[in-house]
Structure formats: structure tokens, C-alpha cells
């Protein structure tokens, strides 16, 4: 089993996984993605897989054979593993647990496509429902307080396989970053009593330069503070703090959000490598007034230097009302064509 | 003029530089490492770089022609600019102020080497000096209060030219992971009266399994939560807040450890892409007894997943226990060949 080990200085929890005897030249190459090749996730290669945890499945279709629209599976190298007791202990200055947690995947499509841009809305809306689903179920583990979602596409975004999926990781601890937001936005809260992400998304509304789709239900735009060239993130217009809330309206609503903006970056950028991470509200949690679900689309267009993870510190060398911009004004076109051949 | 725009969520500051008028379809491909090509920082190619700030020359040489054995010129697309004030200010709730502060090249060897572990001894302590003496000088601009010092090897580490060089760049803020890593340290000094690092300099050096080298001044170890494989961070045994602070025996014990653990790296991950980043205290405070200066080496062997800068959690497949074994055992005849190589 993995540990999870705390670093003593900032706090931050990293996965050490056990070994397995690998020598230091394993890591010399970073897997390629498979193209090609006998893909797993393609129906009609269940037996590929880990036992599937849910699918949504056509009518008189079995478990883990055809007829599957959307399918969870565990990952079938996991970071974290689901049995046993955290065994939280210490060891001098160094703080550890056992690595109990959850690592699926979400496979969004029966069929070999390469992106979210390629799903119908109606596949789409599916995925959204199952990520609901799959945290939902999770939750209601005492051992597990938070719940990851994301998504890798390409090689240079960390995919090692090409067919369209997510990723969920459930975690025993709150992760830095999740910890930070939440304590960021309660700061935020405390001196002006209302929830940073809902400024944030009036302002964006009200000034109109940084918006990339202004749709019922939510608004993508580039932050101003943005990471990456062409970082978008997509906020609900309601405030809510946890994904798993969300009802029927709200994930249709999402769907053409994501899908509309997915076409327009992978138009503008020619379907750039990119993540995806869903940043929701601890499940320990009860609705929070200073906390706000959001989605956060980063492509990979250049290489981020070390010393961008050493010290938190970017550089962006497209400003996000560039960005936005042209985002925007992507022809219908465009995006009919790609649309199509998706 | 870049900004400096901070997220109103975390308080992270990035980096925006002006649109150089570039189309998105430019970012479509990361730049390559130019190999081959006349390289603007071989000796006799000064003409090529800006004009140098500080260079060790031999006696009777002349600014920006040859006879200099490490050169200093500003970045020739400097992500922050020397010039003007900070002119702090607002824009609804967002908070932002000009980019103010320097960006500056160290080009560590007037031969095409590509690595420090290609230095000589002498070459590598010339490199801590000058490091040392460009901290000294930018600190003196009371408009600036951190200096961060750094290194990208290869292209997968954001690497552009090969020739082997450093990188300062100096800002009018304290980026993010300095300032949790200072607010960390000074928990742990309230609570337990002693420096985070001393101790875990301690505990490393009583338990040695994530020891890689004990020299005179200094410990290398594989730190005990690792974010990535062969993680390898270098402490001096004596508390130092202040790299700048550093002393002639300092600098030669430094370049000695330095060249050491490098040239074990290389010799066992076959001269990998890296970065390092020297982690220092802010221009702005005195000697602090919680804070302590490190060099932190990153070999980049896998590629970073988008969702590990979104949330803070890192997946590490090597024990650091199994990879300090590993840099501990190399063996000096491989050591020696590779050495002459350089």
C-alpha cells in the first residue's frame, strides 16, 4: 500500500507509492501515449479493465460487456488503495498515514474519441451526472474527505492513453491547494461578507473583457490573474459550494457550457493538450457561503520550468483579455466544422 | 510594461507580460532547444547577449568581449523590467502593480558545456559567488524584496539554449511558495522553538536512509515527503536564513556538494532534464532563526499532470529511501569517467 507523507514545513501531502523494483532507468522516458494500439476503454474490451464500479448501460446489457454509454473503472495502477485503516502515525519530526483512498476512471465514451469536445452534450451530460454519482457514493466513506476530479488529454497534459477519460482520486486528507482556496475565500468572506467567486463572476459579467461565454446557468471566462495562456474557468452563476448538488437544469446547463468552450479552445489553439480539474467543497463540509464550485480548463501550450512549482510563481506571456478575446470571436463556423467531425 | 496581478482567491501573484501581437497558433508547439545553431553565450559571441551587468574576467580582458569566466547579462526577454515605479493599485477587486524588477542571465562557462556537473570545482564556486554577488547588489533596491535563483536543464525542464546557465529573477513581491514556506517554518519555531530544517537535518543525518551525501557544511538528502523521483535537496548543517550570507569556506564546501550530488544524479538517470531552485529568505528581514536556505533539485523524469499544480498533490513512484540508496551507491568509477567526460 502507498504512504501518504506530509511534508513538515508547508504542509503539503504527497503519494509515495511502494516500489515496484524499478530500476532509475525506467525513468529515463516519459510514456508515449499508446495510438494505435489495442485500446482498453473501446467497447467491446471490458475484459481489459478492472470489474466495472457503475456504468450507465443500455437496456438487457451486462455488467462489464457491451451496451455501456459512460463506465467507471478502478484504475488499474492506483495511487491509492481502498482497504484497510489509515494507521496515522509519526515518525520524528514526520508525519504519515497509510495510502487508503480511491483512483477511478470515468471512460466517457464507448467509442475511441480523443476529447470532451468530441462527446454529444448528451454524452456529455452523462459524464457530469456519473462524476455526481461516483462522489456521492464516495462520500459517504468517514475515512475520505476529499474528492478529485480531472482530466488529462495529450501527451504533454500526462495522458499515457488517447481514448477520452477522467480521472477521480479520493483522498483521506484535504489537498494544499483545495485547502488554500477554501482558506482564501474564507479570509475573503470574514472581511467582506460575501463569497470572492461571486465578485469575481460579477465583475467579469460587469466588465465583459475577460468573458469567454456568458450562457444560462454559468460563465467561462480567463481569469485575471491567469496561470496559463488561455486558462478558462467555467463558474456557476448561483453560488454553490459542492459539485454534488448540482440538479437536472444545472448539468444540462454545464454541458453546453463545457462543450461550447471546448470547441472554441481546441478551434483557437488547433486541440491543444489540456487538464481539467474540478474544484468542489470538502465532503466533511456542509454548503459554505465563502466557497464556489468551479472548473478549471488549463492547456498545456508551453512547458512549465521548475521554478514555477518551486516558488508559485508564473509567468504568462498572453493576458487573459487577449485570451478571452479571442476565444470569443472563434467563428461559428469553426466551431460547426470541428463540431462535425468530432 | 509586464503587470504583476494578483488572485484574489489564494493571493498568488503572477507574472502578465504585454502581448508581443502573437497569434494563439504560436503556441502551438513548445520552443525546441537550440542545438547546433551559434550560441549567444559561447565566448566570442558576446555581441549576441544585452550588455553584461557583472562578468569574473582575466586580467586585461574587456566588458562584453572574451577572456571571461562567468558572465551576467539582463534576460533578452526579461519577464519583469528594472525601470519605474510600482504604481500599486486596484481594478474592482483585483489588485495588481507593474512588473517591476530584474531578470537576469548567469552563463556559468565561456565553453559550450551543458550541465554543472561539466563544471570544474573552481568553475562552480565562481557560479555561487556571482549568485551571491547579484543578491547582494539587487537587495540594495528597496523596491524589490526577493531574489530567485534558478536553473533549467534540458528541454523538458523549460529549457531554450543549451549552453549551461542560471537564472535571477527579482520581484517586488514574495512569491507564494516562499511565503507559505516562511509562515510554515514560523509555526513550527512557535511551537517547538527550533528550526524546521535543522531538525529535519538532524533526523536525516541519525537515520541516513534518505542520506545522499555527508560533506564538510553541507547534507544532501532525498527529502521524506518527495514530491518527485530522485528529489534531492542540499542543506548547510549550520542555520543560515540568508544565502547571501554565505563565507569562502561556504562557497567551496557548496560547489564541492553540489558537483557531487550532480554528478551522481546524471550517473543515474543518464544526464536527465532538471531544475534547481535556491530557496532563500526575503531581501527584506534580518538573520531569521526559522527559516533556513536549501537548493532544491528537481530531476524531471515524468511529465507533470495539470491536476498536480491544481490542487498541490504530487503522485511520487520512487520511496526517497530507494533513491538515496541509489545516488549513495553509485559507484566512483562511474563517477570519475563521467567526470572526465565533462
Known sequence: ?????????????????????????????????????????????????????????NPGSQPNGEGWRVRVVPNKFPALEIEGDLQKRGDGIYDMMRGVGAHEVIIESPSHILSTADLSEEGLREVLWIYRDRLVDLKRDKRLVYGMIFK??????????EHSHSQLIVTPIVPIAVREEMQGSQEFFRFRGRCVFCDMAHQELATEKRIVLDLPGYVAFCPFASRFAFETWILPKAHHSHFETIDKQGIEDLARTLKQVMLRIEAALDRPAYNY???????????????????????RLTKTAGFEWGTGFYINSVPPEEAAAFLREIDAENLRSLSQAG
Request: glycine fraction near 6%; charged fraction near 25%.
Open 152 to 161: 488529462n488529454v495529450g501527451e504533454a497534459a500526462g495522458a499515457s492513453l
Open 1 to 57: 500500500m502507498p504512504d501518504l507523507r506530509k511534508d513538515p514545513i508547508v504542509g503539503r501531502w504527497v503519494i509515495v507509492a511502494k516500489s515496484r523494483a524499478r530500476r532509475p532507468h525506467d525513468f529515463e522516458t516519459t510514456p508515449k501515449v499508446h495510438s494505435g494500439r489495442l485500446c482498453p476503454f473501446c467497447e467491446g474490451n471490458e475484459a481489459l479493465t478492472p470489474a466495472e464500479i457503475i456504468a450507465y448501460r
Open 277 to 299: 480539474i474540478l474544484h468542489t467543497a470538502p465532503f466533511d463540509t456542509h454548503e459554505l457561503g465563502h466557497y464556489h464550485w468551479h472548473l478549471e480548463i488549463i492547456p
